[in-house]
């Protein structure tokens, strides 16, 4: 299964922006990164997905860099409700999301 | 509209029984995948079923079997119980479930095995 890295926990200060990392070495030329979040006892959340070019939605900002072995999730304006678990997924073969551990996104007031 | 509704919330087995869990999606998605989450670790895919036929399969015993009915609400079912099951069980509903950016997490059961 294909394999991201991303820091176990951040924080990140209310009002700032936050700056999630992963690496996805292994992904192909045509395989996208996808972003999910899991807030304390829900269901994750689908955030954001990208291929090569970076992108931007009512909740997030995507960078992917060139050689599209990372990225980073921007949160522009992180606020308290923003803490939560936040994943980066590779697509793999299958309909199926192959989630790692994430990273624990703290924001403090 | 309702989001993907899960039942029970929670519930406690014991080791050797058998549990059965229920998820309806979202109206009109006709596609439902099962996770398992155990504490502090990420979803684990289970099954996904489109149209009543299993779609996909994760590396998950013959234990764990689900079905889905015409209505598309689906059913998770796990016989003789180990502890090892205690987990998180969540359902995602999609319209086809062909692309990963749509699919839509339920709450979840809380499965606890004594």
């Known amino acids: 299964d294909a394999k991201t890295t991303q820091p176990t926990s951040m924080d990140c200060a209310e009002g700032r922006a936050a700056n999630l990392p992963c690496n996805h070495s292994?992904?192909?030329?045509?395989?996208?990164v996808y972003w999910y979040r899991q807030i304390h006892s829900q269901g994750p959340q689908y955030i954001i997905h990208?291929?090569?070019n970076n992108e931007t939605n009512e909740m997030a900002s995507l960078i992917i860099t060139e050689d599209r072995k990372s990225s980073t999730l921007i949160l522009p304006h992180a606020t308290l409700r923003d803490t939560a678990v936040y994943y980066c997924?590779?697509?793999?073969?299958?309909?199926?999301?192959?989630f790692g551990e994430g990273t624990q996104l703290t924001v403090n007031p | 509209d309702a989001g993907v509704t899960q039942s029970p919330t929670h519930l406690i087995k014991t080791r050797g029984q058998h549990v059965t869990l229920r998820c309806s999606p979202i109206?009109?998605?006709?596609?439902v995948s099962w996770y398992q989450q155990v504490l502090g670790q990420g979803p684990q895919f289970i099954f996904q079923?489109?149209?009543?036929?299993?779609?996909g399969r994760g590396n998950f015993p013959d234990r764990f079997s689900a079905r889905q009915f015409p209505n598309y609400s689906s059913e998770l079912n796990v016989n003789a119980l180990l502890l090892g099951d205690s987990a998180l069980y969540l359902c995602?509903?999609?319209?086809?479930?062909?692309?990963?950016?749509?699919?839509?997490f339920g709450p979840g059961t809380r499965l606890t095995v004594t």
């Open positions: 995602a509903s999609s319209l086809a479930g062909t692309y990963l950016y749509e699919q839509y």
């Open positions: 990208g291929l090569k």
């Open positions: 079923y489109y149209e009543k036929e299993e779609r």
């Open positions: 997924i590779e697509e793999t073969s299958g309909s199926r999301l192959t």
């Open positions: 109206s009109g998605h006709k596609s």
């Open positions: 292994t992904i192909s030329g045509n395989e996208y």
